[in-house]
């Protein structure tokens, strides 16, 4: 049988190197897809070395997935991820031209890294394979393949927001990478946004003919196929953390030291897109209108680092730890500190326990593919006594979650006022809000995600 190849910027390789990362999205998602098809996943392993990724590739093989993977040189991690993936495309298409970095040398870095990503790859694929590429690391990377003589079906899926053309222009050499994306037979977006945009850009910069009810583009008489594919959380894995002995101590651990104060709760990968210090001045707004409940409410900020080598990672983090030493500066007393950040990640068991014992989630993104946290608060919510999830109308999530309360993250005065709601919301707007968001999280899950997406990649 053939069998599906997974192919992304990292893999989660099990145990032995310990490599798995900071927490993305990603890991969660393809670990699933793989556990279902008897399928290979290949990518960097995380690790540096001197010989690069022409080094050899190293294969494991963990609960039925194989992993297989290479290392990178310095040279090529600067280059290829902190430079062109994390300091040009992410800011990029996370509409945030001011952080987004032109070098030259990173751009060819880039296209190197995903021709060495291709050279290592290719003597894994065999006839009637499904390739499926991920993210914005390895745009060009199914163009470098059929260069090589690879005809398989190749899907790709995009995990970040794609940008308006007016901004996507912005990047030299704009014309060039979507070329190389009329390479695949399948591309994937999360949300209709990003995909009217891509079929924007395409009609508009490229010439293509664009067929919006099928998502066709057809340029110099190829054709690819474009869709949107929400991406959803593992139910039955989240769940069954739900119910694991780790995940009842988070719980309580949580509720007894915050007693009779209601907890609310933002667990987010330490980036800037993520809006942190715009949601810590929302948070403290709300203060400012009502100090008087002070003593009612905490929150709770888990925030990993991420991507620390990249500068702009760096002065978010000194940004958000001094607007948090603010607001617990002037708020705190002796035995009450408003806002608790944390700097380390979770177990999914742990955020389980911790999601349902707060009231109250946060998910304020200034801009997100979709956001999964989104989802896994709703997932952990008691039905008999739900949380509110407040969220983000800039997240892909927001598209399907329209009964949360939502809010634009860049308003002070809109998330203070959104706070103050979910705290006075009657218990049956609560369940009633939850009851439509739980459906839709517990029906549109990364199972069905991965079989929409290789459904109609097998075409
Ligand atoms: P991310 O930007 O990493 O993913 P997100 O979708 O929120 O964002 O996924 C984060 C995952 O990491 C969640 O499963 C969450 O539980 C976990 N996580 C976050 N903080 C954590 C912590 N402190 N401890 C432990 N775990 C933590 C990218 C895109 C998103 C898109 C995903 C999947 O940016 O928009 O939803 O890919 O496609």
Wanted: aromatic share 10%; hydrophobic share 35%; proline share 4%.
């Amino acid at each position: 049988m053939a069998k599906l190849v997974v192919i992304s910027n990292r893999v989660a390789v099990p145990k032995a190197r310990g490599a798995a990362g900071a927490q993305g999205g990603l890991a969660g998602a393809l670990n699933s897809a793989l556990r279902k098809h008897s399928g290979v996943w290949f990518g960097w392993s995380g690790q540096e070395s001197e010989e690069g990724a022409g080094g050899g590739i190293d294969t494991q093989t963990h609960d039925g997935v194989t992993t297989a993977t290479v290392d990178l040189s310095k040279r090529d991690i600067d280059e290829y991820y902190n430079g062109y993936a994390n300091a040009t495309l992410w800011p990029l298409f996370h509409y945030r031209l001011d952080l987004t970095e032109y070098e030259r040398e990173t751009g060819k870095g880039y296209e190197r890294v995903n021709e060495a990503f291709a050279e290592a790859v290719t003597p894994l694929i065999e006839e009637d394979d499904l390739v499926w590429v991920h993210d914005y690391h390895l745009i060009p990377l199914g163009e470098r393949l059929r260069s090589r003589g690879i005809t398989n079906r190749i899907g790709f899926f995009l995990h970040i927001p794609w940008p308006p053309t007016r901004l996507f222009v912005s990047l030299p050499y704009h014309e060039r990478l979507v070329r190389t994306m009329l390479q695949y037979d399948l591309i994937g977006f999360q949300t209709q946004e990003w995909l009217d945009s891509f079929l924007h850009y395409c009609t508009k910069e490229l010439g293509a003919e664009v067929d919006e009810a099928t998502g066709s583009v057809t340029l110099d008489g190829r054709t690819v196929t474009a869709r949107a594919y929400p991406i959803g959380i593992d139910w039955d894995h989240f769940q069954a953390q739900g119910d694991t002995g780790e995940s009842r101590q988070a719980e309580q651990r949580l509720l007894s030291s915050t007693r009779r104060r209601t907890a609310m709760i933002g667990v987010d990968r330490l980036d800037y897109s993520k809006g942190l210090p715009e949601r810590i001045d929302g948070i403290g707004r709300f203060f400012d209108q009502h100090p008087e409940r002070v003593r009612d409410l905490v929150y709770i900020q888990v925030a990993p680092p991420s991507r620390e080598d990249v500068e702009s990672y760096q002065q978010i983090r000194t940004l958000l730890e001094q607007k948090t030493g603010q607001i617990n500066g002037a708020r705190s007393e002796v035995d009450v500190v408003p806002i608790r950040y944390v700097n380390r990640g979770y177990t999914h068991a742990q955020l389980y326990g911790f999601f349902r014992a707060a009231k109250i989630g946060l998910v304020t993104p200034l801009r997100d593919g979709m956001n999964l946290v989104a989802k896994e608060y709703v997932a952990a919510q008691d039905p008999d006594d739900p949380g509110v999830l407040i969220l983000s109308r800039f997240a892909g999530a927001a598209q399907q979650l329209e009964d949360a309360v939502l809010v634009n993250p860049h308003s002070p005065d809109d998330v203070a006022h959104a706070i103050g709601r979910a705290l006075d919301m009657t218990l049956d707007e609560r369940r009633a809000r939850y009851d439509k968001m739980v459906r839709t999280v517990h029906d549109e899950n990364v199972q069905n995600w991965t079989e929409d997406f290789v459904t109609d990649l097998t075409g």
